[in-house]
């Protein structure tokens, strides 16, 4: 009978140590883990965060972004305006300043020529002075008539006629005074003919 009690004791101890083994196991692998409830929480929230602020930040460069775009758009079309304008006139004058040296270049050309008359020789000799003059008038009337505040000016002659042409949004009848002025004085000519007009 003792011995029963005692193994009984034996037994109950045994199994008490074994359950407490158990526990403190459990116990200390439990402290590791994340409950499943918590971790899927905390996951979902992590997301519905992350969704909010791509979705915040996506409206805020949207508009940041057409608003950019608009204004480089607008910038681009006023610059290419203002180029395109400004092109025309140095376009302009290369092409005449190009005309007048292909002309000079022909008359040195004849006078390097030995079968030419001295009459010829005079004529080309004439022929290069007035377009050397030319130029040079030409150049003269056109920083002339920038000081009148005009952005920018071209200027052709044609077989006496003078056609100027000046970088405004629009023309006084002052300003054409002004430059009908510049221009008799300069390039003596009468003022019937000279044509001046504006490009914007």
Request: proline share 0%.
């Amino acid at each position: 009978m003792k011995n029963f009690k005692k193994n009984q004791v034996v037994i109950f101890v045994a199994a008490l140590m074994l359950i407490t083994a158990g526990y403190l196991n459990f116990s200390n692998e439990s402290k590791n883990l994340v409950p499943t409830s918590s971790l899927a929480d905390s996951e979902q929230i992590a997301s519905i965060g992350d969704a909010t602020l791509v979705n915040a930040n996506e409206v805020v460069d949207n508009s940041n972004t057409n608003s950019q775009s608009e204004d480089i758009s607008k910038n681009n079309e006023q610059s290419a305006q203002t180029n395109s304008e400004d092109e025309y006139f140095t376009q302009s004058r290369l092409d005449r300043d190009t005309m007048y040296s292909q002309m000079l270049e022909n008359y040195q050309k004849i006078l390097e020529t030995t079968n030419l008359s001295n009459e010829e020789k005079e004529l080309a000799q004439t022929e290069i002075k007035r377009i050397n003059d030319e130029k040079n008038a030409i150049m003269i009337a056109e920083n002339l008539i920038k000081t009148k505040e005009f952005e920018d000016v071209v200027i052709f002659i044609n077989n006496g006629n003078v056609s100027v042409i000046v970088k405004t949004e629009k023309l006084e009848e002052n300003q054409i005074a002004q430059i009908q002025n510049i221009l008799t004085r300069e390039l003596n000519v009468k003022v019937n003919k000279i044509n001046v007009s504006n490009k914007k």
